[in-house]
Structure formats: structure tokens, C-alpha cells
T-cell receptor, first 113, second 116 residues
């Protein structure tokens, strides 16, 4: 079946540091890939997505590139801010007769001033 | 109201109580979902509705009973829950199931449920 593996957290960075959160996936076909973010006390918000190999999703300074050869979708940001502190979820969607997202376990990011 | 709303935001109930969670989407979508988010576990899909018809039940215990009266509203009826059912329950919506995988799901803020 499908699965998503994220790096374990928490990740603690200083403001303006470079961020990478690793995500790898297992799927039988050609999934779409997503990053969602969950701020404290809130639901999930779509951060970015990519629907085919070599696509790059980007939003709010975050980027991720769909790498089919390494089955990865790593999240990066060049300079994090305190307001980026949240839990980040990698997810995939693949039509196999089942319309749902498969999520990773989430990675908590804490940015210190 | 815009996006996906959920009420109540917090709920405390005893094991013998009956309560309902409500979700409403204002995005013109036709597919709606219930997810469960427990501490230290990945999000778990519970139910999927497509054009008001239930298309997936992910082996959810019968003490959780969903209802989708129209494409904009989704309910989760709760009865005789257990303490281990305490979690954040998230509702999401997307465009109708068209056989593709590119749809984006939009989430509500969730209902934080505590079962005593």
C-alpha cells in the first residue's frame, strides 16, 4: 500500500536558518504530493503541492520538488521565521479506487528568535 | 463564512453521552471527509462521501456514525465512546471524485474531543 515517511522531529532552528524536512513515499503509480502545515490549535492548511515528476511546488518561501527517481518530496526554506513554527505534514494522493490522502507522521518545527 | 468550518471546536463528553460534530464547506465541493488525529499517530482517514454517498468507511467502529445530508454538510454522530477516542477530528472537502489524484483537500480547524 501507499506510505509516507517523514524525518522525526522536533526540528529546532534559529531565525533565518535554512530548513529542510525530508519526505519519502511509496506508491504504486503516479501520485500527487502535498505539504500541509498545522499551526498550534488549528487544522491543516495546504502549503504547496506537485502533481507530476520534476514539478516544483512553492508558497510563502517554501519549496519542494517532486523527485520520482528518489521517491522524495523534501520541503525547504531558505530563511525561517518564528512564525513558521508549526507541524508540517507530507502527504500523497493516488487514485487507486480510494479517494483519500495518505499522511506522514508530521514534523514539528520550532524556530527560536 | 469561507472555507471549511467545524462546530463545536471543543467537546467534552462522558462515555454514555450522545453528541454530534458538524462540518460545513463553502467551497462548492462535492466530496467530504472525516479524519482522526491522535497524539503521536499519523492522521487516519475515517469516512469519505462523494456526492452525498458514502464511498469509504475505513473500518471505523459503529459508535461513530456519519451523515451527509447534502454536499455542503457532514456530521459525525457519536455514542458510547471510549476514552481512547479522544482526539482532534478533522473534516475536509475537495472537488468531486473524478478519478484523478490532483485534487486538493481543504481542512477545517477541527473539533478537539475529550471522552471522560
Amino acid at each position: 500500500g501507499n506510505s509516507v515517511t517523514q524525518m522525526e522531529g522536533p526540528v529546532t532552528l534559529s531565525e533565518e536558518a535554512f530548513l529542510t524536512i525530508n519526505c519519502t513515499y511509496t506508491a504504486t503509480g503516479y501520485p500527487s504530493l502535498f505539504w500541509y502545515v498545522q499551526y498550534p490549535g488549528e487544522g491543516l492548511q495546504l502549503l504547496l503541492k506537485a502533481t507530476k515528476a520534476d514539478d516544483k511546488g512553492s508558497n510563502k518561501g517554501f519549496e519542494a520538488t517532486y523527485r520520482k527517481e528518489t521517491t522524495s518530496f523534501h520541503l525547504e526554506k531558505g530563511s525561517v521565521q518564528v512564525s513558521d513554527s508549526a507541524v508540517y505534514f507530507c502527504a500523497l494522493s493516488e487514485y487507486t479506487g480510494r479517494r483519500a490522502l495518505t499522511f506522514g507522521s508530521g514534523t514539528r518545527l520550532q524556530v527560536q528568535p | 463564512e469561507t472555507g471549511v468550518t467545524q462546530t463545536p471546536r471543543h467537546l467534552v463528553m462522558g462515555m454514555t453521552n450522545k453528541k454530534s460534530l458538524k462540518c460545513e464547506q463553502h467551497l462548492g465541493h462535492n466530496a467530504m471527509y472525516w479524519y482522526k488525529q491522535s497524539a503521536k499517530k499519523p492522521l487516519e482517514l475515517m469516512f469519505v462521501y462523494n456526492f452525498k454517498e458514502q464511498t469509504e468507511n475505513n473500518s471505523v467502529p459503529s459508535r461513530f456514525s456519519p451523515e451527509c445530508p447534502n454536499s455542503s454538510h457532514l456530521f459525525l454522530h457519536l455514542h458510547t465512546l471510549q476514552p481512547e477516542d479522544s482526539a482532534l477530528y478533522l473534516c475536509a472537502s475537495s472537488q468531486a471524485w473524478d478519478g484523478g489524484s490532483t485534487d486538493t483537500q481543504y481542512f477545517g480547524p477541527g473539533t478537539r474531543l475529550t471522552v471522560l
